[in-house]
């Protein structure tokens, strides 16, 4: 398997590729999208093109101490690859993961890393798209034409992540780092650390860092409700001890866990005092009955308003028990040499500051694109499920689930976008654009999502940048319905007004 994290690609500046197929990313969509295209339209060409010098997008940029998934991996995994180890995974495991498919399916051939686009250019009378990349030192690289572009590479920002302006920052004498540009060398042994934030990475990197650090102290501008349960699956655990295959476990295993969230989704919406209740005694059975909730755990929205952070074997509640983590919920007020001062008048004293304070939203990767010379606005488009644009033919976006996991749309995706090359070749078609039907011409595009949807910071700081829902048409958004989506995205029709072929 080494040899597949290694792999590099050899690279000319000469002359121009061409392919049936671009995939933009090697990480989690990238490398699903591939396996389809491959298992499905084997006749297809296509090239993957990567920006970092290695896959697994997320998973191979997030360095932070414990990094580990936040959806379980008989989710989070591939329906066609079984997951066979603790539902909670590392994003070592899950990059072994998918070294395995890469290697198994033949794709590392068609990964050409180091190769970040900064501009994509359609041409209606040629039918293609062309590609332009740089190498990572942003010398020119090589040049693509396809005719199909496949998006992977997620929707936010892998190196510049969202750090606030904090007063006193030149001031603070210790270490100050996101979480999201981790380095190997930073030393908190026996050191106070403060975590900036209450999100999912807070919860990853506290517990990993208490037992080495002196003290650990979240600080929290708010609250973020937490999911603990242990990081096991008795259903598998039982299937496999009665001598049931890998394939039919991962299956079962899977339905079970989304017939479980489904459940838990319709419950935060109809009885959300309800679901708080029993959050809160998950809570305590790692934490113990002593845990006060006011005001570090009692959140100002429903369960699912935000992402539920997980916590398995509810690990930053063990530390919590054990007086090596504290929490502190107030705003910064400014730092200080040894520290941080909140607005409560609260010192926090710190020699290392990590700062989980999430990222920063990039449409498209923030890539150049143009259609017959004209520069698109994404945020004037209107997204026909979430992933096509009305304007840019040709082009497929994998955006995922915030209420699931993400690559349960991977998935769905990479059957859809598999039929729609199929359709294309019978219809003889080098083209395909969605449309907004008759009669809707007028109405209004609305944000991508609706804040009593879901409105975490990040999303809401730059909503305006996505593209726009039409209306209040279901098929015109991104419904974020997992179980309704696995219905209707398969029974598509092709033929529909939606969709015009030249």
């Known amino acids: 398997m080494s040899n597949i994290f290694e792999k590099q690609a050899d690279h000319s500046v000469e002359g121009v590729e061409e392919f049936d197929v671009v995939i933009v990313g090697a990480g989690i969509s990238g490398i699903g999208g591939a396996y389809h295209l491959?298992?499905?339209?084997?006749?297809?060409?296509?090239?993957m093109l990567e920006a970092q010098e290695n896959f697994g997008g997320t998973w191979h940029t997030h360095k932070y101490p414990g990094t580990r998934s936040d959806s379980d991996l008989y989710t989070f995994g591939y329906r066609f690859k079984p997951w066979v180890g603790p539902p909670i995974a590392s994003?070592?495991?899950i990059r072994r993961y998918l070294g395995a498919v890469i290697e198994e399916n033949g794709i590392d051939r068609h990964i050409r890393y180091n190769s970040r686009i900064v501009r994509c250019e359609w041409s209606s009378a040629d039918k293609r798209w062309t590609v332009t990349t740089a190498g990572a030192d942003g010398s020119p690289g090589r040049t693509y034409r396809c005719n199909f572009?496949?998006?992977?590479?997620?929707?936010?920002?892998?190196?510049?992540?969202?750090?606030?302006?904090?007063?006193?920052?030149e001031d603070f004498r210790g270490e100050l780092i996101h979480a999201q540009k981790w380095r190997d060398d930073i030393d908190y042994a026996g050191k106070n650390v403060v975590v900036i934030g209450s999100g999912a990475t807070a919860a990853t990197v506290i517990p990993a860092m208490a037992d080495k650090a002196a003290h650990v102290t979240m600080l929290q501008?708010?609250?973020?409700?937490?999911?603990?349960?242990?990081?096991r699956s008795d259903l598998a655990d039982q299937l496999r001890l009665i001598g049931v295959d890998e394939d039919t476990i991962h299956r079962v295993v899977r339905l079970d866990y989304l017939h479980n969230l489904k459940t838990l989704d319709r419950r935060s919406r109809e009885e959300p005092d309800v679901v708080v209740e029993e959050l809160k005694a998950l809570m305590k059975e790692y934490a113990g009955n002593d845990l006060e909730f006011a005001p570090h755990f009692t959140p100002a929205y429903r369960p699912w308003q935000q992402r539920l952070a997980f916590i398995p074997d509810g690990d930053l509640f063990v530390k919590l028990r054990e007086g090596k983590v504290s929490v502190v919920t107030d705003k910064i007020s400014r730092f200080v040499g040894d520290g941080i001062e909140t607005e409560g008048g609260t010192k926090v004293d710190a020699d290392v500051v990590v700062a989980a304070t999430g990222f920063n939203l990039l449409v498209m990767g923030g890539i150049e694109f143009l259609v017959d010379g004209k520069a698109v606005d994404w945020s004037q488009t209107a997204t026909y499920r979430g992933m096509m644009m009305t304007g840019v033919p040709n082009l497929v976006w994998v955006f995922g689930y915030f209420r699931a996991a993400w690559t349960l749309r991977v998935d769905l995706i990479g059957d859809f976008v598999c039929r729609l090359l199929q359709r294309m070749d019978e219809t003889g078609s080098g083209q395909v654009d969605v449309v907004v039907p008759a009669g809707a011409e007028d109405e209004q595009l609305l944000p991508w999502i609706e804040?009593?949807?879901?409105?975490p910071t990040y999303l809401v700081r730059d909503?305006?940048?996505?593209?726009k829902r039409l209306g209040e048409r279901p098929e015109w958004r991104h419904t974020q319905d997992y179980w309704r989506e696995a219905e209707e995205i398969p029974a598509i029709d092709l033929d529909g007004a939606e969709f015009a072929y030249r």
């Open 221 to 231: 501008r708010s609250p973020t409700y937490f999911f603990c349960y242990p990081n």
């Open 451 to 455: 804040d009593d949807n879901f409105n």
């Open 38 to 47: 491959k298992s499905q339209c084997p006749s297809k060409s296509f090239v």
């Open 91 to 93: 994003a070592e495991e």
């Open 149 to 169: 572009l496949w998006m992977c590479q997620g929707y936010y920002d892998h190196q510049k992540p969202f750090l606030p302006e904090w007063p006193g920052v």
């Open 463 to 467: 909503l305006d940048k996505l593209p």
